[in-house]
């Protein structure tokens, strides 16, 4: 069955670390062509068909220390719809619609300081995430190499240092990724506040 004749449809997109220069223009124009957020879970988007809409979308981070139904209730009161809040490992991300019209502020943030607050509080939870990625294949090729040492397993203790080092980089290499994007996007928006 086509698309167009299709209820709902699932999309499986990668916005690694959302980036909502990239993903709110990609639902504005989903909306545009009638298919309207439905919710959202990682790499996974679902749409519901209907009249072709000029909706804008907002996306917000929570993290973890914000209290979310206060939160969603000052978003309600500006006017936003919230279509979703989707839960990671890292934090709570916040999907929400308006109507576009001459009147309204199409954004959550309207002031600099606050925009690039946000993207501070990203940064801060990537990294503790990435802390523990890292942190879990060290502890398991400890336990593991000692346990190998301890019976006298040397192919055994060579294979676990590979892959102890392997889940290293790659959890450092993440870490290290995410940490400069963010840092890049924070040094951004406060150049052009200036």
């Known amino acids: 069955m086509s698309r167009e004749k299709k209820r709902s449809w ?3 997109a990668a916005f ?11 639902l504005n124009e989903m909306s545009q062509q009638g298919w309207h957020l439905e919710k959202t879970r990682l790499f996974h988007y679902t749409f519901r068909r209907g009249e072709p809409m000029d909706y804008q979308y907002r996306m917000d981070f929570l993290g973890k220390e914000l209290e979310k139904e206060a939160y969603l209730q ?5 006017g936003w719809e919230i279509v979703d809040v989707r839960r990671d490992e890292v934090g709570r991300w916040v999907y929400c619609k308006r109507t576009r019209s001459d009147e309204a502020v199409l954004e959550i943030y309207t002031d600099p300081e606050s925009k690039v607050e946000v993207i501070k509080r990203i940064k801060r939870a990537y990294f503790r995430f990435s802390a523990w990625v890292m942190l879990i294949p060290v502890v398991c090729f400890g336990a593991a190499f000692f346990t190998a040492w301890a019976l006298d397993a ?3 203790m060579r294979t ?3 892959g102890g080092i392997g889940g290293l980089i790659g959890g ?10 963010l840092r890049r996007k924070i040094r951004q928006m406060e150049a052009d506040r200036l």
Do not use: M, Q, T
């Open 160 to 162: 676990l240092f590979g």
């Open 10 to 12: 699932r999309l499986y």
């Open 172 to 181: 450092g290499s993440v870490c290290i990724w995410a940490w400069i994007v």
């Open 74 to 78: 000052l978003l309600r009161d500006a």
């Open 16 to 26: 690694l670390l959302p980036e909502a220069e990239r993903e709110e223009p990609f």
């Open 154 to 156: 040397p192919e055994a």
